[in-house]
């Protein structure tokens, strides 16, 4: 009897991601469950590298005038049109292919992780009708598309996204027995490049007085222009996350706390961080984002603090406390 085959899609290479997370250098939670199915040997495997040279398809596909996410997609129906089903990390790359299943031109089902909410219109309503299954990373894309596209709700789940504690054991380890903080003196620690508001950060940082030691780790097109001699941006020559997550936990094992500073954005933001935040037993500051399930304050791990205001900034990190 054949084994059935699950394809896992990205706009990035999977094939990458399982490869660091099968070498212990990624958290599992970012091979989307395919590290369970990948040893449970009833069914073939298959992770997609978006980043692969390719077929001479996907060399004349890149030569067209289209969005990245439609070329990988075009590809994605002829490649794994044999597949029994393909799994989309991201929406953005199945919208294409739900089209494409709804008109009878691809076999394979489809399974598509939303991660925002999806613009009213009949190019979404027609991609879904294609989609046979629908999950969601918060409760607030959940209830925004189902409302836009009633008709998804029967194929539709909530999914949420947890931390891969195992992988985190050393560094939270590691932090439980760091040296301890100089007298008055707080070490902040920010990463992350996607809806960063880094200069509202530093904005609300100048207000805040006595010895800091901050360090964010950023992409170029979000970097903050900062002169206060506390502050050290690095990775502003890259456009991508500057620091493989490895090293960027023995940053995060030495610091008191993490922030995450987000442009206001309806849509799931700052998620990484904060379950690398949780799962270290960090102190955290993150902008208000309905797109988090949880409650920062009410579990007691942190503060919120509300979007594009430096004072906010100012405020939340004057109610840390400044020793252990």
């Not at 902040?188 to 006595?210: C, H, M, Q, S, W």
């Not at 955290?284 to 797109?291: D, E, I, K």
């Not at 503060?303 to 100012?314: E, I, L, N, R």
Request: hydrophobic share 45%.
């Amino acid at each position: 009897m054949r084994m059935k085959s699950v394809v896992l899609l990205n706009s990035y290479s999977m094939r990458r991601a399982f490869d660091l997370w099968h070498a212990g250098r990624s958290q599992a939670h970012h091979v989307w469950g395919f590290a369970a199915l990948a040893s449970a040997g009833d069914l073939e495997i298959r992770f997609d590298d978006a980043e692969a040279p390719g077929s001479l398809l996907d060399s004349l596909l890149r030569r067209l005038p289209l969005p990245r996410t439609v070329q990988l997609q075009l590809g994605y129906l002829f490649r794994y049109r044999s597949a029994d089903a393909v799994y989309a990390a991201t929406y953005s790359v199945a919208r294409l292919l739900g089209l494409a299943r709804a008109v009878g031109l691809f076999r394979p089902k489809v399974i598509a992780l939303a991660h925002f909410p999806l613009r009213p219109g009949l190019v979404d309503r027609l991609a879904l009708r294609g989609i046979d299954r629908l999950l969601f990373l918060s409760h607030a894309t959940e209830r925004a598309v189902l409302h836009r596209f009633p008709a998804a709700r029967g194929r539709a789940e909530y999914l949420g996204w947890a931390a891969d504690l195992r992988f985190y054991a050393a560094a939270h380890q590691q932090r439980s027995q760091r040296p301890a903080t100089a007298p008055g003196r707080l070490r902040i620690v920010a990463a992350g490049k996607d809806n960063r508001d880094y200069e509202t950060f530093v904005r609300g940082l100048a207000g805040v007085p006595g010895p800091l030691q901050v360090d964010l780790f950023c992409a170029r097109d979000c970097a903050p222009s900062s002169t206060d001699p506390r502050v050290t941006v690095q990775g502003t020559a890259l456009v991508s996350k500057p620091l493989p997550i490895q090293e960027l936990l023995l940053h995060y094992a030495c610091a008191d706390v993490m922030v995450i500073p987000m442009l206001p954005v309806d849509r799931v933001a700052g998620l990484t961080s904060l379950i690398d935040a949780l799962a270290l037993g960090m102190p955290v500051l993150c902008t208000r984002n309905a797109g988090l399930d949880f409650d920062i304050e009410a579990i007691g791990c942190g503060f919120w603090v509300d979007p594009a205001d430096p004072a906010a900034w100012t405020l939340a990190i004057g109610r840390l406390p400044r020793e252990r």
